[in-house]
């Protein structure tokens, strides 16, 4: 989280409501929805966020890769954290799930 805003303290001025704020409003989203989610009472609902969370940060894999197209900052080493956090949700999500089936 705060990689991604020492990125966009760093994007040029006219990106301030464009991609400075989306970027950091997706990367915000990841860990709040995982808050959310993890006391939701039902796999269903805990699942629900989890994905969300999932979503948020496919958004800021997106808007990472455009941040380097457009040449504003190199973002490998910011791409390969979204990689490994979006490993670690999806065996979390997984193993909740298999576990809550297995629990019936």
Same mark, same amino acid.
């Given at each position: 989280?705060? !990689?991604?805003?020492?990125?966009?303290?760093?994007?040029?001025?006219?990106?301030?409501?464009?991609?400075?704020?989306?970027?950091?409003?997706?990367? #915000? !989203?990841?860990?709040?929805?995982?808050?959310?989610?993890?006391?939701?009472?039902?796999?269903?609902?805990?699942?629900?966020?989890?994905?969300? !969370?999932?979503?948020?940060?496919?958004?800021?894999?997106?808007?990472?890769?455009?941040?380097?197209?457009?040449?504003?900052?190199?973002?490998?080493?910011?791409?390969?954290? #979204?990689?490994? #956090?979006?490993?670690?949700?999806?065996?979390?999500?997984?193993?909740?799930?298999?576990?809550?089936?297995? !629990?019936?």
């Amino acid at each position: 989280m705060l !990689s991604i805003y020492k990125l966009t303290d760093g994007l040029p001025k006219h990106e301030m409501f464009g991609l400075t704020s989306q970027l950091r409003r997706a990367a #915000v !989203s990841v860990p709040a929805n995982i808050a959310e989610g993890f006391k939701k009472r039902t796999p269903a609902d805990k699942a629900k966020f989890y994905n969300i !969370s999932q979503g948020s940060l496919e958004e800021c894999r997106y808007y990472l890769i455009l941040i380097h197209d457009l040449q504003y900052a190199e973002t490998t080493q910011l791409q390969d954290e #979204v990689d490994r #956090v979006a490993r670690i949700l999806d065996a979390y999500l997984k193993a909740m799930l298999e576990g809550f089936a297995t !629990s019936r």
